[in-house]
């Protein structure tokens, strides 16, 4: 990135940002400090009547609940723009106060009818309930009928309807008639407005209401064919309007003074002389800066360029904090280790399959901008890892083993009892060779940790010497642990590999004080002065010493791959046992199909609760483990002026 | 030599160790999703403190499977 200012006269403006938003090319700097020269600009003139259009299209759209883009796009031309929505809010409002009406109106008649009917089932005229000076009227719902009600209160008089009741008595009895209805479960009812015959009320009101019903339909339908119709204009009429208001209000993030502007922004450095050429004509003045140098306190905003298939991993590198401008940017980083770490905890070639081919259908058939298509194509490179691990490494496909090893339990199941005979052979059996699974996790673990200082070295070079002599010490002190680890796991035929072969240089004198007697294992002279690489760390915090300890955790936190894969096909191959012995082996067809139903629910259990566990674990060993090393983040996204969402140049 | 109490320290440890995490995560997990509530964003965030204290039962299975290696 390079910094740009342009500057002009006032006049020249409108084109400026004509031509600038064309490019979509500047990440405009908002201009705040306020001084009495430079002020922040005005809205351009028509910014006022084309907001006012934006916010009549986006009542009308409102109206019209026009939600999903159409398939065809309309061309809009601004300066027709303004009648065109004038006249269609004309129309579209009178519809919309006529729906209100009918809405409203229908409210109200179905209240009428509601309170019309208990009083239409009783029959009597409404000005009988009304107008007595010694009687109390009580109406009101039933729960359930009062059949004695008259025995103790001779003096009332009661009318009864479905459901209803209507009584009569003087006023003195009005509290022990409530009582005595009480019990009944009554709740009163009002008595509605109006003379006469409830039944004819009632007759009326519902008439009214059917008729005001077909004419809300009416104007529904009318509104719904002004929908079809104008739904492509509404929404391109809408993006155009905002493009619009975009550019007109552009000045408010300007320094503007009496007769010139100033615009500050960012550019990518590769596209500088693209955005000179195009504004050289303009009769305006320009300045491109060098790119800022690591160590300057300023923070460019941030376009990351990687390859198509590792764009997925930036939604993941994004969701934890947009890098900064001068460090490096680990989406790489995370294409590598994410996956394989997915793989080896999955490790299966059954599951590592169907997780590949969730993959191939959402590069296929999901939209292309979608997150949900970018975390399936995450998962799904996973998914291949599972897969080759599963094939190379594990020999297992769906919880069962290719070929039974020595030594596993009687009952357990391999391809081969089905007459399956896959030539490969297993080099790891998850359950009997455990002390293998941890190794590799503390190898995989050590390579993770060990790039993440580097990286942190490679960002702290240009930035601080000091830190990044305390990324070296961290990087020792890491290895130091890491050789005694591999020496005291050396009895795994990886961890030997790596002692007696890759580490055949590293000096074999155990130190001399007895520390490894205390804790039972041997340790290496050299491990322990690596380890004391840490104190270098002292130039960076007076407690960087404490931190081994942190380190070691770090590095022993990697031991879930191996858990989490051995938990895994613990499960898988225990289900697998458990029904083929019950339901499918030597059974009938009827109990074999419950099996084979069930083997098929317990391997969807498994493979949802492995992904999920795999998936979550992956990414916490890159952002606790990892990225705490070398990564700050909180960089600004590059957003050029033009474009609505951030995209790449 | 093999140890019998070996077996049972190992039980105990994935036990207690096991019962520690869930109860870590219990608490992380309930104060995250209350944050969340009001500010989705920290959703990574919570994330991440939640799984922190997954370390311990680790650290369980590790010292299990060093017991284990004792039962003979």
């Known amino acids: ?649 | 030599m093999p140890d019998p109490m070996a077996a049972l320290s190992a039980a105990l440890t994935m036990a207690g160790t096991g019962i520690a995490t869930a109860w870590a995560e219990k608490v992380v997990g309930g104060a995250t999703v209350g944050a969340m509530a009001e500010k989705p964003e920290l959703f990574v965030r919570g994330l991440i403190l939640m799984v922190i204290p997954e370390t311990i039962i680790l650290f369980g299975v590790l010292i299990a499977f060093l017991l284990l290696s004792h039962v003979g």
């Open chain 1, 1 to 649: 990135m390079s910094r740009a200012v342009i500057a002009g006269p006032r006049d020249k403006l409108p084109q400026c940002i004509e031509v600038l938003h064309e490019l979509k090319l500047i990440h405009i700097v908002d201009h705040h400090g306020e001084d009495d020269t430079f002020r922040i600009g005005k809205p351009l003139a028509p910014a006022a009547e084309l907001s006012d259009n934006l916010v009549k299209l986006r009542s009308i759209a409102s109206i019209l609940a026009i939600k999903a883009p159409p398939k065809e796009k309309e061309r809009i031309r601004i300066e027709e723009l303004r009648q065109k929505v004038l006249s269609l809010e004309l129309n579209i409002s009178e519809e919309d106060a006529a729906r209100k009406k009918a809405e409203g109106l229908l409210g109200d008649l179905e209240r009428r009818i509601d309170e019309l009917r208990p009083f239409a089932s009783i029959g009597l005229p409404l000005e009988a309930y009304r107008g007595y000076e010694s009687l109390t009227v009580i109406v009101g719902r039933v729960a359930r009928d009062i059949p004695g009600f008259e025995d103790p209160m001779p003096v009332a008089e009661v009318f009864r309807g479905p459901g209803v009741v209507a009584v009569f008595v003087p006023k003195a009895s009005s509290e022990q008639a409530l009582a005595l209805l009480g019990q009944s479960g009554l709740t009163q009812v009002d008595i509605p407005a109006g003379e006469g015959s409830p039944q004819a009320l009632l007759d009326a009101a519902v008439a009214d209401r059917d008729k005001w019903k077909a004419r809300l339909e009416e104007i529904q339908g009318r509104l719904e064919k002004m929908r079809e119709r104008y739904a492509a204009f509404v929404v391109a009429a809408e993006e155009a309007l905002e493009v619009e208001v975009d550019k007109a209000e552009a000045p408010l993030r300007f320094a503007v003074s009496d007769h010139s502007f100033v615009i500050d922004g960012w550019v990518p450095s590769s596209r500088l002389g693209e955005l000179g050429a195009n504004i050289a004509d303009l009769g305006v003045y320009s300045e491109f800066g060098d790119k800022p140098k690591a160590d300057e306190d300023v923070e460019p905003p941030v376009l990351l360029k990687n390859p198509k298939p590792v764009k997925p991993f930036e939604m993941l590198i994004h969701l934890y904090s947009t890098p900064n401008y001068h460090e490096l940017d680990p989406s790489l980083f995370m294409l590598v280790a994410f996956p394989v770490f997915f793989g080896f905890m999955i490790g299966d070639a059954g599951y590592g399959a169907v997780f590949l081919m969730f993959g191939i259908i959402a590069l296929r058939w999901l939209p292309k901008e979608s997150d949900f298509r970018r975390l399936i194509l995450i998962i799904a490179l996973g998914g291949f890892w599972a897969f080759a691990f599963g094939l190379f490494v594990y020999g297992e496909a769906f919880g069962l083993v290719f070929h039974l090893p020595p030594g596993a339990p009687p009952e357990e199941l391999s391809w081969d009892m089905f007459g399956l005979h896959f030539p490969l052979e297993a080099l790891i059996h998850k359950t009997l060779n455990i002390g293998e699974m941890f190794y590799i996790s503390i190898l995989f673990g050590a390579l993770h940790l060990g790039t993440s200082y580097a990286m942190g070295f490679v960002n702290e070079i240009g930035h601080s010497r000091k830190h990044a002599v305390a990324k070296i010490g961290w990087f020792l002190c890491l290895f130091g642990i890491f050789t005694i680890l591999t020496r005291t796991l050396s009895w795994t035929r990886v961890g030997g590999w790596v002692w007696n072969t890759a580490l055949a240089w590293f000096p074999r004198t155990l130190e001399p004080w007895g520390l490894g007697n205390l804790l039972g294992i041997g340790i290496p002279l050299v491990s322990v002065v690596l380890i004391f690489a840490a104190f270098l760390g002292l130039v960076e915090s007076p407690i960087a010493p404490l931190e081994i300890g942190g380190l070691l955790a770090n590095l022993l936190s990697y031991l879930r791959l191996a858990g989490i894969g051995i938990a895994k096909a613990t499960i898988a191959s225990t289900f697998n046992t458990l029904i083929f012995h019950s339901f499918i082996i030597e059974h009938d067809a009827l109990t074999s199909v419950a099996g084979f139903f069930l083997l098929f629910l317990a391997h969807v259990v498994i493979f949802l609760l492995g992904g999920v566990s795999a998936a979550i674990q992956g990414v916490r060993l890159n952002y606790v483990e990892s990225f705490t090393k070398f990564f700050r983040g909180n960089g600004t996204i590059f957003r050029p002026f033009g474009v609505r969402e951030p995209l790449g140049v």
